[in-house]
């Protein structure tokens, strides 16, 4: 009896020309994409592109593969400068950040993609039954994740636990001093990214003038692009989230380089801690509209 066909993976998908920008790097914005050049006819595409997926799907959807046949789309192959395949290149934040050609085996896989990516969680079936107990305090996960931590010292997860609950506490120091402490590898994980952004935030706003006088300086000079990215950190931490975005869409439009791309920066920091998965999308087109 012939084996039943797989059903296609959630994380692996077609890329073209008509649908690279949108479907790879604006949803890199929110979750890195690898993307892989291959061809029919090539042998070493054949043995790659399985282990792709298999490492891919791993990730639980921390990370997606886009599939890019070079002869049907040369137009995208040339634009990345494919000279030979396979060529794999990993896209993140609208940007390639890494890359490899040839074909790999799969612990060179693991060991290429863990450097910029760390798996999801799979789904836990306990997560219902979970959701309806009522949410913890602050102060009760910071007491519970120290008991924690000083049982399993080495358990590097619980003190990024510990980190994001002391901001919730309304500790940014501490949690500041907690996160740099915390080792590389999880770095690009999605709550420290977060956190960065929160503490980036808190850090700004205490050096920005009161929002009057940050609106009364853009009366008398439009142009002041230092005092409309503080007017938009400030209208973010007073809950006027859309109007603080477009004060970094406004930069962004006028001078997308100023200040080493600071309005960019900040939108792709607000994105990271604002929880409108609509106005941030939103948003996200309309960044990217701009930069691509």
Partial sequence: MSALPQPPSPHVFDATTETFENDVLQASLDQPVLVDFWAEWCGPCKSLGPLLEKVVDSYHGAVRLAKVDVDKEQQLAGMFGVRSIPTVV????????????GALPESALREFLSRHVQPAEPANEDDASADALPPESADAAVARLRAEIAADPDKDELKLDLAVA??????????????????????????????????????????????????AQLARDAGDHAAREQLGIRLLAEGQAAEGLEQFLAILK??????????????????????DEELVGTYRRRMSSLLF
Avoid: C, H, Y
């Fill in 90 to 101: 990993l896209v993140a934040q609208g940007q390639i950040v890494d890359g490899f050609t």
């Fill in 254 to 275: 006028a001078d997308r380089d100023w200040n080493e791309g600071g309005a960019r920066k900040r939108l792709i920091a607000a994105f990271s801690i604002l929880d």
């Fill in 166 to 215: 002391l901001m919730r506490q309304g500790d940014a120091a501490a949690a500041e001093s907690q996160l740099d402490a915390l080792p590389a590898n999880l770095a690009t994980d999605e709550r420290a990214r977060r956190l960065r952004g929160q503490l980036e935030f808190a850090r700004l706003l205490a050096d920005a003038p009161p929002t009057a006088e940050l609106q």
